[in-house]
Antibody
Framework: EVQLVESGGDLAQPGGSLRLSCAAS????????MSWVRQAPGEGLEWVST????????FYADSVKGRFTISRDNSNNIVSLQIDNLRAEDSAIYYC???????????????WGQGTLVSVSS | DVQMTQSPPALSASVGDTVTITCRAS??????LAWYQQRPGKAPKLLIY???TLETGVPSRFSGSGSGAEFTLTISNLQPEDSATYFC?????????FGGGTKVQI
């Protein structure tokens, strides 16, 4: 059974840092593109970042480029999102999501985690 | 970037009704469109991909159609558990993008 479990969300100050983790089970994360999608309270879904399967190529939304870093630990089947220089507008639930197809770098998502909440406030 | 526009933003219907949600892309995306259901406090759930292919386990009362720049999600025989927000997503071009959502109240 495929499962994604996020952790690492917290209350942080503007300019601070957080590291989010997504522990995957039931599949090999190295075989699929893995992404982070966020949702501000009461708002829609916003794609944040993707790391492709079988390589190190990464993609970022313009709103987070230069501040967020996605990475993958294949040995532990964990995807991480390092968030630096936090801004108030980064406050959201962050979901980890698995690409439905192993061949797509711009995918639809067939499995999502339960999300982890990031709140940015002084 | 491809902008996705959903309509209506919200709708109210009764059990047994048929409802239709529209998603328009700012440029042609072929059939690279997915639909998700999000119940309150839960993660999104994939319903349909490639415009009309039903994800495994999704009830057949959900159906999708369209290609190019205009797509629809139809829910037939509406059930109480269909109360949720529905999002479309294009995955033809990077960056992938979502519609603003349609809240369905039963």
């Amino acid at each position: 059974e495929v499962q994604l479990v996020e952790s690492g969300g917290d209350l942080a100050q503007p300019g601070g840092s957080l590291r989010l983790s997504c522990a995957a089970s039931g599949f090999d994360i190295n075989s699929y593109a893995m992404s982070w999608v966020r949702q501000a309270p009461g708002e829609g879904l916003e794609w944040v970042s993707t790391i492709i399967g079988g390589g190190d190529k990464t993609f970022y939304a313009d709103s987070v480029k230069g501040r967020f870093t996605i990475s993958r630990d294949n040995s532990n089947n964990i995807v991480s999102l390092q968030i630096d220089n936090l801004r108030a507008e980064d406050s959201a639930i962050y979901y980890c999501a698995k690409a439905q197809s192993p061949t797509l770098w711009v995918p639809a998502f067939d499995y999502w985690g339960q999300g982890t909440l990031v709140s940015v406030s002084s | 970037d491809v902008q996705m526009t959903q309509s209506p933003p919200a709708l109210s219907a009764s059990v047994g009704d048929t409802v239709t949600i529209t998603c328009r892309a700012s440029q042609g995306i072929g059939r690279w469109l997915a639909w998700y259901q999000q119940r309150p406090g839960k993660a999104p759930k994939l319903l349909i991909y490639k415009a009309s292919t039903l994800e495994t386990g999704v009830p057949s009362r959900f159906s999708g159609s369209g290609s190019g720049a205009e797509f629809t999600l139809t829910i037939s025989n509406l059930q109480p558990e269909d109360s949720a927000t529905y999002f479309c997503q294009q995955f033809e071009t990077a960056p992938l993008s979502f519609g603003g959502g349609t809240k369905v109240q039963i």
